[in-house]
């Protein structure tokens, strides 16, 4: 059976990325290594995923063998960042090639 765990804002992310690293029995280590990247920078992705591009979560995402489903929200739009217009381009996990 599989498990689903909607994800409404980007404060979820760390506690999942961090969840399913664990039950994999993986460190950052590991993970950076199969990301090809340094453990220092999985640590920032991991301890401020909301920065990464969706690529870049995708690739962790995979190397923890989670499946991303996406599906329309109930409610209005109003609940996608209420007027916040944060520009994440110059966060150093951002600008990191990988």
């Known amino acids: 059976m599989k498990n689903t765990y909607p994800v409404r804002t980007l404060n979820q992310l760390r506690p999942l990325l961090l969840g399913f690293r664990k039950v994999k029995g993986l460190t950052q280590k590991d993970v950076s290594e ?20 969706i690529e870049r979560l995708f690739k962790v995402l995979t190397v923890l063998g989670v499946e991303i489903s996406l599906s329309p929200m ?24 990988w």
């Open 34 to 53: 199969r990301l090809g990247v340094t453990q220092q920078t999985y640590a920032r992705l991991e301890a401020n995923p909301a920065s990464a591009s």
């Open 74 to 97: 109930t409610g209005s739009s109003e609940t996608m960042q209420q007027g916040k217009n944060h520009s994440l381009a110059n966060l150093p996990a951002r600008r990191e090639k």
